[in-house]
């Protein structure tokens, strides 16, 4: 199964971008759904993640800027990140979890300019 991640961009500080991550085909019961980015210099890190039960938990440094949902009908998940700041640069990833395994994307590049 492959996951495909779209969204990034190219941005300036204070901007918005809406990332999106759909699977190659249905994976049914996943547990858990979510992003993880690589920002220059740090190591691959959470950034938000929604489980079957909807419950939802961010990254510190994410303080209410970003806001992760999904859509069981369309098979997607979305990370819609607002106030978008230099030091959010980086390739986000999403992922998903079954059970023991989990599935992750390509990642897509995000810029946010200064």
């Known amino acids: 199964v492959q996951l495909q991640a779209s969204g990034g961009g190219l941005v300036q500080a204070g901007g918005s971008l809406r990332l999106s991550c759909v699977p190659s085909?249905?994976?049914?019961?996943?547990?858990?759904r979510g992003w993880h980015r690589q920002v220059p210099g740090k190591q691959r890190e959470l950034v938000a993640v929604?489980?079957?039960?909807?419950?939802?938990n961010y990254g510190d440094f994410v303080k209410g800027r970003f806001t992760i949902s999904r859509d069981i009908h369309k098979n997607t998940w979305y990370l819609q990140m607002n106030s978008l700041k230099p030091e959010d640069t980086g390739v986000y990833y999403c992922y998903s979890v079954r059970g023991p395994s989990e599935y992750w994307g390509q990642g897509t590049l995000v810029t946010v300019s200064s």
């Open positions: 929604i489980t079957s039960g909807n419950n939802t």
């Open positions: 085909r249905t994976i049914y019961s996943l547990n858990v």
